[in-house]
């Protein structure tokens, strides 16, 4: 088990602070995070690493890791940003609210956020990891958390707890919920999605267009789920069901789960020029099949 600088501590109104936020030696009025011992401040020297010593020189590995655990989260809630798992790849993301050591009824974790209003769990590892038990409860809250792995490094500051925290190679993403939504779209598109058919290479009646547009629209349109030679299963009539009532947030065709900003500038700069393109060109082929040019 690793041994680490105190660098947090809490004060005389329970709040978490840093290191260098308090006066040298004993009129730091701080406290150990994890026993409760009072704790000295060692922040004047220049050579050796800025850090808390408890008072009886009692410096535990536990109260050490717990002093690095409430750092991290504190970091975390400073900068307002958040690795969170995004279509199985790690993202870096604002967020909107952060709520520690929040009581979900079955599970604490160490972090909930939200991002655009759609939440996430972020478990940070200094002594133990996310066990097999704890991991299949997340997934049955259907929220897509990461593990931020700080268990096995030695930090000599706040910045280089920092670095580590936003370093994906540091992160592990438990469960992506991007994959549930992804593949539940797709079944109810092959089991109910309006099924269109190809004629000369293009779809008559495109219900979104209004018009008819080449089959290759399909493959950029946020609706489109499948397609062969002879049909188009489009799913822009959907059965209502509360999480996928807007159907537009997710890229079936690309594997990819948007958010609200997201959705908003696709609509509205690449969906929306390739179905005025779409629509150009597909009435153009209209006249050209039907020879009335």
């Known amino acids: 088990m690793t041994k680490h600088y105190i660098l947090q501590a809490l004060n005389a109104d329970g709040n978490a602070i840093y290191i260098d936020d308090v006066p040298n030696g004993k009129n730091c009025a701080c406290t150990c995070a994890e026993c409760g011992g009072k704790l000295i401040a060692k922040n004047k020297g220049r050579i050796k690493i800025h850090h808390f010593a408890h008072e009886s020189g009692n410096d535990s590995i536990r109260c050490s890791q717990t002093a690095l655990h409430l750092l991290a989260k504190e970091i975390i809630a400073e900068e307002k940003k958040i690795p969170i798992p995004r279509n199985g790849q790690i993202d870096i993301h604002q967020m909107d609210s952060i709520e520690q050591e929040k009581f979900m009824g079955d599970i604490i974790p160490d972090l909930y956020v939200t991002c655009e209003s759609r939440p996430y769990i972020v478990e940070i590892l200094v002594t133990h990891e996310v066990d097999e038990e ?14 931020i792995d700080l268990s096995d490094k030695n930090f000599e500051s706040k910045e280089d707890v920092k670095l580590a925290i936003f370093n994906t190679q540091n992160i592990k993403i438990l469960y992506d919920d991007d994959e549930r939504l992804i593949s539940e779209r797709k079944e109810i598109l092959l089991n109910y999605g309006l099924r269109l058919k190809v004629e000369r290479g293009g779809i008559v009646g495109c219900p979104y267009a209004r018009a008819y547009v080449p089959k290759e629209f399909c493959k950029e349109c946020v609706f489109c789920c499948k397609e062969n030679a002879e049909n188009i299963r489009c799913g822009i009539v959907l059965p209502v069901k509360p999480e996928l009532k807007n159907p537009t947030n997710i890229l079936v065709n690309q594997n990819k789960v948007m958010f609200p900003s997201e959705e908003k500038q696709y609509n509205e700069s690449h969906f929306g020029w390739k179905m005025r393109q779409a629509v150009e060109h597909g009435i153009m082929a209209q006249m050209l099949n039907s020879r009335r040019w």
Do not use: R
């Open 134 to 147: 704890k991991l299949q409860k997340i997934k049955q809250h259907k929220i897509s958390a990461v593990e």
